[in-house]
Nanobody, 122 residues
Framework: VQLQASGGGLVQTGGSLRLSCAAS????????MGWFRQGTGKERECVAS????????NYADSVKGRFTISRDNAKKMVLLQMNSLKPEDTAVYYC????????????????WGQGTQVTVSS
């Protein structure tokens, strides 16, 4: 599976961005998917994950209520809608496949995209 993340950019506090992750490969729909981020000097964290069917989602406390993860298996896409952005959301965001959501939450991704920069100005 190859992953291509896009949609990052510069936005003001309170603004919104939508990240996209396009996948290639036949096995996309069997994987859970996750969005991760890594800010400067910070550890990488899983901010959102979604099950292979899309029926279950999980969010880090820091983004709960502001971010929404979704997927379209027919289009092999995973989206991360980010609203009410804060300066602390500034980071490089990555998408990754995972064998399960719990594995993603501890950082065990199988395939990783290249990352897209999100910068939130105050």
């Amino acid at each position: 599976v190859q992953l291509q993340a896009s949609g990052g950019g510069l936005v003001q506090t309170g603004g919104s961005l939508r990240l996209s992750c396009a996948a290639s490969g036949r096995t996309f729909s069997i994987y859970a998917m996750g969005w991760f981020r890594q800010g400067t000097g910070k550890e990488r964290e899983c901010v959102a994950s979604i099950s292979s069917s899309g029926g279950s989602t999980n969010y880090a406390d820091s983004v709960k209520g502001r971010f929404t993860i979704s997927r379209d298996n027919a289009k092999k896409m995973v989206l991360l809608q980010m609203n009410s952005l804060k300066p602390e959301d500034t980071a490089v965001y990555y998408c990754a496949t995972g064998l399960s959501m719990p594995r993603l939450r501890v950082g065990l991704g199988e395939y990783w995209g290249q990352g897209t920069q999100v910068t939130v100005s105050s």
